[in-house]
């Protein structure tokens, strides 16, 4: 079960403070796993954040590698409450980036998925609802892995088949409820092989350096982003 809110927005109070405070949520990806160098897409926008000259958003890292949207869905409102800075209100944005774990098959590549289709779907569909009830929402899709460097941590199997799918209803899922999907998955893929492997760390799962600074330069060239970051909150 998602955990409830204890959080409600106000609609006669406008907030035209231009600082964001954001939550970046999900697995691995999120956390940065791959990047030794920057920390990962979230770090390396908090860093930038720091700048004097830079707009004075705040953005807060709970990824945790291996995450399902399950246990996504479980953390989500507890993980930020328990910041000072949320304790009493709920987040300017949130950034979901999960998905790619559940697609995961299990001792061989044709063995059992980690979390059934149907039951991804009502997930995915539980931690959607539950997010934007709290407050604006985008969706960063999964990259691509290297098939032939399977199975990672010798017992699972990721695919671009299965990846395809998930990704699909995950998009779906978003597009019911008007939450932005950055399309990582088909973008990477579209820029041509040589592009996107020389992206991908040695596990084949992560990104490595250079995938994370692709994937900061991805979200932040992303119009939808650009729009969040400049209106009022």
Partial sequence: MVAASPFTRS??????????????????LVYGYGDPEGGGWVERLRRQWLQPESPGHAIYNLGVRADTVQRVSDRLVQEFQTRGEFRNRVPDLLLLSVGLNDTARVSKPTGRICTDFEAFQAQTDELLAAATA????????????????????????????????????????????????????????????????????????????????????????????QHAMESPC
């Fill in 11 to 28: 609609p006669k109070v406008v907030n035209t403070r231009k600082e964001k405070r954001i939550v970046a949520i999900g697995d691995s």
């Fill in 134 to 225: 709290l407050c604006p929402v985008l969706f960063v899709g999964m990259t691509p892995v290297l098939e032939e460097r399977m199975p990672f941590a010798e017992v699972l199997h990721y695919n671009h088949s299965d990846q395809a799918q998930y990704k699909a209803a995950t998009q779906q899922a978003c597009q019911r409820r008007n939450i932005p999907y950055l399309d990582l998955f088909d973008l990477w893929l579209s820029r041509g092989e040589s592009w996107w492997r020389s992206r991908v760390s040695t596990d084949g799962l992560h990104p490595n350096v250079l995938g994370y600074r692709s994937l900061l330069a991805d979200i932040t060239a992303w119009p939808t982003f």
